[in-house]
């Protein structure tokens, strides 16, 4: 079985085993939902009030869910013992990493699909002639947040208060992400899109490549601690 085909693997088992359970999903969504609703109340939704606090805030959501699923990464091999199993098969420690990734990335990626329509719905704020760009820009932050944050859900998978450790050691690491995730927002934010939005565009594949070389690189020593 080739790298890619042991990572497919791992992907649908655990794509297959949220949507069966729908834990992570609901919760995510459940909280995404909340607080852009809490938002609404907050502010004005008119353009100039969104064009200033949108960006941030949708982050800040996509974080906070981001947060919930990658909680439950691991949550099915630490209650069942199933980490040893897939440390004794015959398959490559990063198309473990890569598998998980992906799904995290996955799960991400519907909430926030969710989460944007409701933004755009309740702050009455033109999404359409951004979209492209906003999809795009949307992918590249989530990419970022699920390779660092996965590899950091195995690491923090064994400790005692593994719920409170991963945010710990999780947001201080992706802070780059977010802040680039941000600033190309507000640059789309702006019509027409300001100046700055290439440099972050550029930085977000940089970081992206360095957050996915790295774990799986290092993926190996972590699942032997």
Request: with cysteine; hydrophobic share 60%; aromatic share 14%.
């Amino acid at each position: 079985m080739t790298f890619f085909k042991q990572a497919g693997a791992i992907f649908w088992k655990d794509v297959l085993t949220e949507f069966r359970t729908k834990d992570a999903l609901t919760s995510m969504l459940l909280f995404g939902l909340l607080v852009i609703l809490m938002f609404h109340f907050a502010f004005e939704p008119d353009s100039m009030e969104t064009e200033r606090f949108g960006p941030g805030l949708l982050w800040m959501t996509f974080l906070f869910a981001g947060l919930l699923g990658m909680n439950r990464a691991f949550a099915g091999e630490r209650e069942n013992d199933g980490l040893q199993g897939l440390k004794l098969a015959p398959i490559s420690w990063g198309a473990i990493y890569l598998g998980k990734m992906l799904a995290n990335l996955c799960f991400m990626l519907l909430v926030e699909a969710v989460i944007l329509f409701c933004f755009a719905l309740f702050f009455n704020f033109d999404l359409l002639p951004r979209l492209g760009w906003m999809c795009g820009i949307t992918l590249l932050g989530t990419l970022g947040f699920a390779s660092i944050g996965t590899i950091l859900a195995a690491v923090s998978m064994n400790t005692r208060m593994s719920d409170v450790m991963l945010p710990i050691l999780l947001l201080p690491i992706a802070l780059p992400v977010v802040i680039g995730a941000v600033e190309s927002t507000a640059a789309i934010f702006t019509d027409p899109p300001g100046e700055a939005l290439g440099f972050w565009v550029k930085f977000l594949v940089a970081i992206n490549i360095i957050f996915i070389t790295l774990p799986l690189m290092v993926f190996e020593y972590v699942l032997e601690e």
